[in-house]
């Protein structure tokens, strides 16, 4: 059964949904699956920080990435991808939408192509997923952007990062959240990740010690 509730403007999505298009939120919760969905990156301090942490664990992540960041460091993207993990759209200039209506519907399916069109000249390899700034897309932009061939991914929970927790905290909020199945919103980019990159061996461990495998959004949702 499809259940989308749009909430303040948040659009919580737990499983595909015919109404708003192309919706996932949660993986078939089946097996013990987590993807770790970083946003905002490429970010020239952070996301190597990111890479060196899961490659420590052998672990991959999916990497929603703006083009304008995209576009500054190429070279980031390339190595993303080449450690094996997957690369997403997170839109080119990272627009409000809920407060930018101009940029709903097709203008934001225009900057999702642009963004797109880079990552698949750098990586060879086109972009499945699209995650709206904010998690603010409405049932214009879904559907624009599901007829480009893309899906539209939110996330099942985060341990809100971007207010910067201590590290403890966000493992703590982790653990007790996790649930096979889950799309975690973490942040490699927009601003001082520091406590991100130290939380996550923590939440990597807690994940592995319950039996979770991690795996990109493209193994979560086959
Ligand atoms: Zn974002």
């Given at each position: 059964?499809?259940?989308?509730?749009?909430?303040?403007?948040?659009?919580?999505?737990?499983?595909?949904?015919?109404?708003?298009?192309?919706v996932?939120?949660?993986?078939?919760?089946?097996?013990?699956?987590?993807?770790?969905?970083?946003?905002?990156?490429?970010?020239?301090?952070?996301?190597?920080?990111?890479?060196?942490?899961?490659?420590?664990?052998?672990?991959?992540?999916?990497?929603?990435?703006?083009?304008e960041?995209?576009?500054?460091?190429?070279?980031?993207?390339?190595?993303?991808?080449?450690?094996?993990?997957?690369?997403?759209n997170?839109?080119?200039?990272?627009?409000?939408?809920?407060?930018?209506?101009?940029?709903?519907?097709?203008?934001?399916?225009?900057?999702?192509?642009?963004?797109?069109?880079?990552?698949?000249?750098?990586?060879?390899?086109?972009?499945?997923?699209?995650?709206?700034p904010?998690?603010?897309?409405?049932?214009?932009?879904?559907?624009?952007?599901?007829?480009?061939?893309?899906?539209?991914?939110?996330?099942?929970?985060?341990?809100?990062?971007?207010?910067?927790?201590?590290?403890?905290?966000?493992?703590?909020?982790?653990?007790?959240?996790?649930?096979?199945?889950?799309?975690?919103?973490?942040?490699?980019?927009?601003?001082?990740?520091?406590?991100?990159?130290?939380a996550?061996?923590?939440?990597?461990?807690?994940?592995?010690?319950?039996?979770?495998?991690?795996?990109?959004?493209?193994?979560?949702?086959?």
């Amino acid at each position: 059964m499809a259940l989308v509730l749009l909430v303040n403007g948040m659009l919580l999505a737990q499983t595909q949904s015919n109404l708003f298009g192309r919706v996932v939120g949660l993986g078939n919760g089946k097996e013990k699956l987590i993807a770790l969905t970083f946003d905002d990156g490429p970010s020239k301090t952070f996301t190597p920080q990111v890479l060196t942490v899961l490659r420590k664990y052998n672990v991959h992540a999916t990497f929603f990435m703006c083009g304008e960041q995209i576009s500054y460091y190429p070279e980031l993207v390339k190595q993303v991808s080449v450690d094996g993990n997957e690369i997403a759209n997170h839109s080119w200039s990272h627009p409000n939408l809920y407060k930018n209506k101009a940029m709903r519907g097709a203008p934001m399916a225009s900057e999702v192509q642009k963004t797109n069109k880079l990552i698949e000249k750098l990586v060879m390899i086109k972009p499945a997923y699209f995650r709206a700034p904010y998690n603010y897309a409405g049932k214009e932009t879904i559907k624009a952007v599901n007829d480009l061939g893309l899906v539209y991914v939110g996330w099942t929970f985060s341990v809100l990062d971007w207010e910067k927790p201590a590290p403890g905290t966000m493992i703590n909020m982790f653990t007790k959240k996790l649930m096979p199945g889950t799309i975690l919103l973490l942040h490699d980019g927009g601003g001082n990740r520091t406590n991100t990159v130290a939380a996550l061996p923590g939440i990597i461990e807690s994940a592995q010690k319950r039996g979770y495998k991690f795996v990109t959004l493209g193994e979560l949702l086959k």
